[in-house]
T-cell receptor
Framework: NAGVTQTPKFQVLKTGQSMTLQCAQDMNHNSMYWYRQDPGMGLRLIYYSASEGTTDKGEVPNGYNVSRLNKREFSLRLESAAPSQTSVYFC??????????????FGPGTRLTVL | DAKTTQPPSMDCAEGRAANLPCNHSTISGNEYVYWYRQIHSQGPQYIIHGLKNNETNEMASLIITEDRKSSTLILPHATLRDTAVYYCIVRLYSSNTGKLIFGQGTTLQVKP
């Protein structure tokens, strides 16, 4: 099992450009998440998808859109990138339907710089 | 979800036990305590979780006080590879979402 995979690993954008970050998991998990992590900070939740066909906003959704393409894939889109979106982006998945667990599995991250 | 308070940094000698504290004084009865760690820019890794009883697994032990207002993560024999940022998270169990709210965590430095 590959677990959670993310592409690309690194990306440099100019202000105003758009791009889509891809995430896929092969653990048959229902829930998937997108976080961002700024230097020296903890992770902040951008969007999450509790199950296929549903998405909800997290703490910092402004400037982002998401698509839960199918059970495996959850993409994050920046329509018009801004320097404030320079960050490391992590995707995660979990199976929360078992009482008391909800271990989240994280991908390796995408390091995004917006100039 | 209840807020947690952790010291920003701690040191530990290699081979000794590392005890990482967490305060969660506003925790409610059906909220769990989770611990994750993040090793140098990698994605966070789940360590352990508990409700009110002490828990142990192959990685660590979790001690939760009787009033549940604080907890301690114990790494019994810390190694250099345990150097990481450790996050204590309190989460209301929900079957609809599994979202976690991360704070700034404790940076543990294990020294030879």
């Amino acid at each position: 099992n590959a677990g959670v995979t993310q592409t690309p690993k690194f990306q440099v954008l100019k202000t105003g450009q758009s791009m889509t970050l891809q995430c896929a998991q092969d653990m048959n998990h229902n829930s998937m998440y997108w976080y961002r992590q700024d230097p020296g900070m903890g992770l902040r939740l951008i969007y999450y998808s509790a199950s296929e066909g549903t998405t909800d906003k997290g703490e910092v959704p402004n400037g982002y859109n998401v698509s839960r393409l199918n059970k495996r894939e959850f993409s994050l889109r920046l329509e018009s990138a801004a320097p404030s979106q320079t960050s490391v982006y992590f995707c995660a998945s979990s199976e929360p339907l078992v009482v008391g667990t909800n271990e989240q599995f994280f991908g390796p991250g995408t390091r995004l710089t917006v100039l | 979800d209840a807020k947690t308070t952790q010291p920003p940094s701690m040191d530990c000698a290699e081979g000794r036990a590392a005890n990482l504290p967490c305060n969660h004084s506003t925790i409610s009865g059906n909220e769990y305590v989770y611990w994750y760690r993040q090793i140098h820019s990698q994605g966070p890794q789940y360590i352990i979780h508990g409700l009110k009883n002490n828990e142990t697994n192959e990685m660590a032990s979790l001690i939760i006080t009787e009033d549940r207002k604080s907890s301690t993560l114990i790494l019994p024999h810390a190694t250099l590879r345990d150097t990481a940022v450790y996050y204590c998270i309190v989460r209301l169990y929900s079957s609809n979402t599994g979202k976690l709210i991360f704070g700034q965590g404790t940076t543990l430095q294990v020294k030879p």
